[in-house]
């Protein structure tokens, strides 16, 4: 039960913070993804730890100029 409530406690603040740390953003935006890139990957929310474990690392575009 701890366990779940600390997750929707992260999943919130991912959701309605403007993280300053740069940990946290970099997670706000790896979730942003998950929700509007692919569903289906990326359900690490406070941290990409399982995401690695169960192959569901959701890969940003690398589409920088060089």
Avoid: Q
Avoid at 25 to 46: A, C, D, M, Q, T
């Amino acid at each position: 039960m701890c366990g779940y409530v600390m997750y929707d406690m992260t999943h919130y603040f991912i959701h309605h913070n403007k993280p300053a740390l740069t940990y946290w953003r970099e997670l706000k935006e790896y979730h942003i993804l998950h929700h509007y890139k692919n569903p289906k990957l990326g359900f690490g929310v406070s941290n990409k730890i399982w995401d690695y474990a169960f192959d569901t690392v959701l890969v940003a575009d690398e589409k920088k100029s060089n």
